[in-house]
């Protein structure tokens, strides 16, 4: 069983700042790539950023230069580091990892629960 558990998200002003994480635990063997989705309402999910373990990184446009996408490999974690926010990035945000776990030993995708991002104006 693998989990993903998110925190961070929250209600800031726009201009702010929020600092995403994400934690994943359990019957993992490695990790592949790992990154954050949002979906706004009556939108689809759309990726924000992405890192492989490599630590090749992938932006959206929207977000570039705002957002910065970290890993800490030793903790499974992935960090989304949210910067001068506009009301047009208030979404659901997920965490996203594409792993093998230890039982099946095939790459599978997982997603967290998603933590809310509002930003006002």
């Known amino acids: 069983q693998v989990q993903l558990v998110e925190s961070g998200g929250g209600l800031v002003q726009a201009g702010g700042s929020l600092r995403l994480s994400c934690a994943a635990s359990?019957?993992?063997?490695?990790?592949?790539?790992m990154g954050w989705y949002r979906q706004a309402p009556g939108k689809q999910r759309e990726l924000v950023a992405q890192?492989?373990?490599?630590?090749?990184?992938n932006y959206a446009d929207s977000v570039k230069g705002r957002f910065t996408i970290s890993r800490d490999n030793a903790k499974n974690t992935v960090y989304l580091q949210m910067n001068s926010l506009k009301p047009e990035d208030t979404a659901v945000y997920y965490c996203?990892?594409?792993?093998?776990?230890?039982?099946?030993?095939?790459?599978?995708?997982?997603w967290g629960q998603g933590t809310q991002v509002t930003v006002s104006s």
């Open positions: 996203n990892a594409d792993l093998i776990n230890s039982h099946e030993f095939r790459l599978m995708v997982y």
């Open positions: 359990g019957s993992i063997f490695s990790i592949r790539t």
């Open positions: 890192i492989t373990s490599g630590s090749s990184i």
